[in-house]
């Protein structure tokens, strides 16, 4: 069964949508934020159980004030390709306050090269915005490059984070 709620952020009303797993909890398969490109939309027969979201609720809450630096959310699985796995893998390391470039990500997937742009691709694909830090990784000049959500989004999230470098 596919569940959703609704969680106000600085970043606007995050859209979190998820899958019940065997031992009652909730598996998140989406977050997504307003205006976002490729964004869930709620579909008919799709509940709507706040409840069942409140711990991921209460950590994103952690996060936005700056208490939380690493987020314990059990994901759903079977979202992307086997590439597009490997690549959001990869964000999943990427420490808070910290940045990489696609270039660095491309290194670790083992797809350097002309992998950069399959890289960038598979992150902007990435549903998991905010928890699967895409907004971490940046261009190899320190450009904050394309997010999902607006360049703008990703400039508040590294600034939150302390990992916003002007050049």
């Not at 997504?32 to 509940?47: F, I, N, R």
């Not at 086997?82 to 999943?92: G, K, T, Y």
């Not at 002309?114 to 694909?125: D, K, L, P, S």
Request: charged share 20%.
């Amino acid at each position: 069964m596919t569940m959703y709620a609704t969680v106000d952020s600085p970043l606007g009303e995050l859209l979190l949508v998820g899958e019940g797993t065997a031992d009652g909890g909730i598996a998140l398969a989406s977050l997504s934020l307003p205006g976002q490109k490729g964004a869930a939309v709620v579909e008919d027969g799709w509940v709507h159980a706040p409840d069942a979201f409140a711990g991921v609720a209460a950590q994103l809450r952690e996060y936005f004030e700056g208490r939380l630096t690493r987020f314990d959310i059990v994901y759903a699985d079977g979202a992307g390709t086997e590439f597009q796995r490997r690549v959001w893998a990869a964000l999943d390391t990427v420490p808070y306050g910290e940045t990489v470039s696609y270039g660095q990500i491309a290194e670790r997937v083992g797809a350097s090269g002309a992998g950069v742009r399959a890289v960038g691709t598979a992150i902007g694909r990435n549903p998991l915005l905010v928890v699967r830090p895409c907004h971490r990784v940046i261009g190899a000049d320190g450009a904050l490059r394309g997010y999902a959500a607006g360049v703008e989004r990703k400039e508040r999230l590294l600034g939150l984070e302390g990992a916003l470098v002007v050049r």
